[in-house]
């Protein structure tokens, strides 16, 4: 089965801190994407990348920054956290050209910013 | 991305009962998918549509490829408690999937 690892399930941070996301998947996936997922917004999509070192915004890309050095791993980087990006952070990974079949989502940070 | 708008926000119903949901949009897609997800836990793909029409099943669920391509919908027939979860609707456009807001469901014995 294809896995998509986060790091972390829960995250507290101050506000102002930098902040670090990490997601690991095993499968060889080109693509990665990440989500942030609020009460009634449904899921929106920050940052994604179809690519080692290649990088593209999503609809909510402001105050994020991503990282992508090797396949496997997508970072999402908050530069200076503040309480409105607390919030449910889901990676997904896919393969291109298999279609959405091959996009797979990890279990999720929450992360609450104080 | 464009948007999706999905209804109900949220349902609460008896175990048995069928349920019904679904996802308008004012562009064309080429593909609809519907995801649930349980509590604490990502999305999870139930169901993929990819041509207009398209009538598919999944045991109790069956979801429909609007023939406009700009809809879909969602059926659970016979609900059991571990249906509760969030549905999303998604649609594809280009290398990532636009989500509608998601239908709560829940579930009593």
């Known amino acids: 089965d294809v896995k998509v690892t986060q790091s972390s399930r829960y995250l507290v941070k101050r506000t102002g801190e930098k902040v670090f996301l990490e997601c690991v998947q095993d499968m060889d996936h080109e693509n990665m994407f990440w989500y942030r997922q609020d009460p009634g917004l449904g899921l929106r999509l920050i940052y994604f990348s179809y690519d080692v070192k290649m990088k593209e915004k999503g609809d909510i890309p402001e105050g994020y920054s991503v990282s992508r050095e090797k396949k496997e791993r997508f970072s999402l980087i908050l530069e200076s956290a503040s309480t409105n990006q607390t919030s449910m952070y889901l990676c997904?990974?896919?393969?291109?050209?298999?279609?959405?079949?091959?996009?797979?989502f990890g279990s999720g940070t929450r992360l609450t910013v104080v | 991305g464009q948007q999706l708008n999905q209804s109900p926000q949220s349902m609460f119903i008896q175990e048995g009962e069928d349920v019904s949901m679904n996802c308008t949009s004012s562009?064309?897609?080429?593909?609809w998918l519907w995801y649930k997800q349980d509590p604490g836990e990502g999305p999870v793909l139930l169901i993929a549509l990819y041509k207009a029409g398209e009538l598919t099943s999944n045991g109790r669920l069956t979801a429909q490829f609007g023939i406009t391509r700009k809809d879909s919908f969602l059926n659970i027939s016979a609900s059991i408690p571990s249906d509760v979860g969030i549905y999303f609707c998604?649609?594809?456009?280009?290398?990532?999937?636009?989500f509608g807001k998601g239908t709560s469901l829940l579930v009593t014995p």
């Open positions: 562009s064309i897609f080429n593909t």
């Open positions: 998604a649609a594809n456009s280009g290398y990532a999937l636009n």
């Open positions: 997904a990974s896919s393969i291109p050209g298999q279609g959405p079949y091959g996009y797979t």
